[in-house]
């Protein structure tokens, strides 16, 4: 049997017997209109092929359902998991999530802002490259919609929901100190404001504990290939017995994806137990780290919290756009969680 065919919302409106403005309110929010009258519009779209065309629809209101996510790189499975997470959620408070990619560069993550400003996207939830970010391109998205910015921030009164690296670098130094030779940092090019707060996590702790810290890695050249970088100079260091420490610690997973790597090259092994030369420590446990060879001993960023409290801050600053009331926070500080596996 054919279903009938609708062509507008009037036309679906007048065939289920309600008016446009309720089947509207329908469409905003199932729940706004009366049982009767819902069951009614229901079993009007299960014998129908009518659709709502969202797009068209949003258009013509003041603010859309839909919601900005702009990453520096979807490929990073950290930014993935995120990503994830936040659509999931989004979905379930109502709103359809619109994400893009910077490809960690400024001139795409300027692209996308004027993106998003053009699809009239209700809020943003933003991780922004960081210090290579032109503020003004934020600062002028931030005039026109609420934004909530993840894992690193614009400078200012932004609202920000982060990992306390201070605290999480703290952490997996303690440890890996207590437990074996102290550790070396292996510092990445400072990309965002993550890498100087844990450069200075792991300087502080180490001074805290009497130690030298000993910081090695090119910071110079910008680049987010984090695992070449991390099997290029591993690969140099032990070619020339150069290689600072028996107990190496990567300032994020993806670099010690290629530390391990390097020493795998050369016959080196890796881990805690006797007999291995090498112990590899890293932070933000992404989803491969449990999966590497040996399984990776990191610091874990609250994947759940971090996204959850991302959408409720966004959600707060829309009805304060609403005349709601202002968010109590606008700056929340995640602590990490030591994860201990075998790579020492």
């Known amino acids: 049997m054919t279903k009938p065919t609708h062509r507008t919302m009037d036309d679906f409106a007048r065939s289920c017997g309600v008016s446009r403005p309720t089947l509207s309110k329908y469409f905003d929010d199932p729940g706004s209109v009366k049982s009767a009258t819902r069951e009614r519009i229901e079993m009007a779209l299960s014998a129908s092929d009518y659709r709502p ?20 790189a979807i490929t990073d499975p950290f ?8 659509e999931l959620r989004l979905r379930d408070e109502g709103y359809w999530p619109v994400v893009i990619s910077s490809h960690g560069l400024p ?14 996207v209700a809020g943003a939830i933003v991780a922004p490259l960081g210090l290579t970010s032109d503020p003004r391109v934020f600062e002028k998205l931030g005039q026109d919609i609420p ?31 207590r437990s074996g030779e102290p550790p070396a940092y292996f510092d990445i090019p400072h990309v965002n404001h993550n890498s100087g707060e844990r450069l200075d996590g792991y300087i502080t702790t180490m001074e805290a504990l009497g130690l030298e810290p000993i910081v090695f890695g090119n910071t110079r050249d910008y680049s987010w290939d984090f695992e070449r970088i991390g099997y290029e100079q591993t690969e140099a260091l032990l070619a020339n017995g150069t290689l600072p420490s028996k107990t190496i610690l990567c300032s994020n997973d993806r670099l010690a994806f290629g530390v391990m790597a390097a020493a795998y090259s050369r016959g080196i092994g890796i881990g805690r137990k006797s007999g291995s030369q090498l112990r590899i420590a890293a932070h933000d446990d992404h989803p491969l780290s449990r999966y590497a060879c040996p399984p990776l001993t990191t610091m874990a960023q609250d994947f759940a919290a971090m996204a959850g409290h991302s959408v409720e801050m966004l ?6 756009t609403d005349g709601g009331t202002e968010p109590l926070a606008r700056r929340v500080s995640l602590n990490g969680t030591l994860v201990m596996r075998q790579s020492a």
């Open 107 to 120: 001139e795409l993550e300027l692209e996308a802002a004027n993106t998003m400003m053009s699809l009239k």
């Open 79 to 86: 930014y993935a998991e995120m990503v994830n997470r936040l």
């Open 315 to 320: 959600l707060a600053l829309l009805e304060e």
């Open 53 to 72: 065309n969202l797009f068209a629809r949003n258009l013509n209101r003041k603010r859309t359902r839909n919601v900005g996510i702009l990453v520096p």
């Open 147 to 177: 934004v909530v910015y993840f894992d690193t921030y614009i400078e200012g009164d932004t609202p920000f929901i982060g990992n306390n690296n201070r605290q999480s670098v703290a952490t997996i130094v303690d440890y890996l100190c």
